[in-house]
Structure formats: structure tokens, C-alpha cells
Nanobody, 124 residues
Framework: QVQLVESGGGLVQAGGSLRLSCAAS????????MAWFRQAPGKEREFVAG????????NFADSVKGRFAISRDNAENTVDLQMNSLKPEDTAVYYC?????????????????WGQGTQVTISS
């Protein structure tokens, strides 16, 4: 089993930056493909970014390409999401996810473990 805990959420003005972190415990994070999803009230959970087990492959939603970056530190068992040039439409609860897929998948059903989420609010 894997436990995931997100941190770093908060309130940021449009155009600002925020860095989210996901800490994994249990099995080592290097065993899993990791991803970030987000969900706004009344909307479906949306893929944001994913990273392969070794960090060699990444995948981003079109809405965040060029603004967000995902990275992982397998020695520390963490995966981060650096968010720049934030927009009000980025407001959501952000979730960290882990799965056994070889490459970062875009669908929530591809992932087996989920964190509790961290709120990100962007003001205009």
C-alpha cells in the first residue's frame, strides 16, 4: 500500500506561482507512475500532469503546458508540481495519484492510490 499526502496549496493572485508537493510513504515512489489531477466544484476530475517512474517521461494537459512543471525525487519519495502564471481557472482541489502504468496516463481510472487533496485558489 501507498499513502500520499499533498501540501503547498493556498491562495495566490493571478499571474503568481505556487509549488505543490506530494509525499509518498509505504512502497517507494520509484515503483509508481505519478500524476496530478484537479477537480473544481461541479466538474469532473481533470488530469493536470504526470511523470514516469524514473522521471524520463512527462505528460501535461493542454491547459497547463508551458506554465506547469512536474518533477520527482525518488530518494525523498516526493513529486512536485511547479505552477507558474496562474489563472483563476486553475482554482481547484489538486490531488496526487500513483499507479502502475508504464507511462503517465490521462484518466483517473489508471491510478490506484490518491491523496486527500490540497486547495488551490487563484484570485483575479
Amino acid at each position: 500500500q501507498v499513502q500520499l499526502v499533498e501540501s503547498g496549496g493556498g491562495l495566490v493572485q493571478a499571474g503568481g506561482s505556487l509549488r505543490l508537493s506530494c509525499a509518498a510513504s509505504g512502497r517507494t515512489s520509484s515503483s509508481y507512475t505519478m500524476a496530478w489531477f484537479r477537480q473544481a466544484p461541479g466538474k469532473e476530475r481533470e488530469f493536470v500532469a504526470g511523470i514516469s517512474r524514473s522521471g524520463g517521461n512527462t505528460n501535461f494537459a493542454d491547459s497547463v503546458k508551458g506554465r506547469f512543471a512536474i518533477s520527482r525525487d525518488n530518494a525523498e519519495n516526493t513529486v512536485d508540481l511547479q505552477m507558474n502564471s496562474l489563472k483563476p481557472e486553475d482554482t481547484a482541489v489538486y490531488y496526487c495519484a500513483a499507479g502502475t502504468v508504464w507511462l503517465p496516463a490521462r484518466w483517473p481510472t489508471s491510478y490506484d492510490y490518491w491523496g486527500q487533496g490540497t486547495q488551490v485558489t487563484i484570485s483575479s
